[in-house]
């Protein structure tokens, strides 16, 4: 397994799994919609992408994926990334791959000079929460996070 960069190639395998993933966080599976998201995000240079690639031919080949979108800390007057979505496709798990999806990210969050990486997750997403931990990624205890639905 190789993890790597986005390609124009992975378009169909990478909104397969990003169907997956939004399925997975109790969204309605909508496979267009993941195609159009991801090709807009990709096309634009809005997100970094990173796949873990088995090496496959077939239609399995890509075992998840990671995306990263550049923001900023005003605090730190820094860039980071925030870690939105990462994701091992279901017959990939317990084989290191997310592991080696968030080593990729931060080794990459380092070369484009990132001060941090942030990421939120579901509260019940212990065994993410587990692999976040013992990587080095440190709960926040300090801030709570708040959205706001703009209709």
Same mark, same amino acid.
């Given at each position: ?8 190639? &992975? $378009?169909?395998?990478? +909104?397969? @799994? ?15 919609? %993941? ?10 240079? /809005? ?7 088995? #090496?496959?031919?077939? &239609?399995?080949?890509?075992? #998840?994926?990671?995306? $990263? *979108?550049?923001?900023?800390?005003? !605090? ?6 925030? @870690? *939105?979505? $990462?994701? !091992? +496709? /279901? ?9 080696? @999806?968030?080593?990729? +990210? %931060? ?7 990132? !001060? ?5 997750? +579901?509260?019940?997403? $212990?065994?993410?929460?587990? @692999?976040?931990?013992?990587? #080095?990624?440190?709960?926040? /205890?300090?801030? *709570?996070? *708040? ?5």
């Amino acid at each position: 397994m190789e993890v790597r960069q986005y390609a124009a190639r &992975d $378009l169909d395998a990478v +909104a397969r @799994l990003f169907n997956d993933y939004r399925v997975f966080y109790e969204q309605p599976s909508n496979l267009p919609l %993941a195609t159009q998201f991801i090709a807009q995000r990709t096309q634009a240079n /809005e997100s970094v992408l990173l796949v873990a690639d088995t #090496g496959d031919t077939g &239609d399995h080949a890509l075992a #998840g994926f990671c995306q $990263l *979108y550049p923001s900023f800390c005003s !605090v730190e007057a820094a860039p980071i990334y925030v @870690l *939105y979505d $990462l994701f !091992v +496709a /279901e017959s990939a798990r317990r084989a290191g791959v997310a592991k080696h @999806l968030l080593q990729a +990210a %931060a080794a990459r969050a380092k070369r484009d000079g990132k !001060v941090r990486m942030d990421l939120t997750t +579901a509260k019940t997403n $212990l065994k993410a929460q587990a @692999l976040y931990e013992s990587l #080095g990624w440190k709960r926040d /205890e300090v801030f *709570y996070t *708040y959205n706001l639905t703009i209709a």
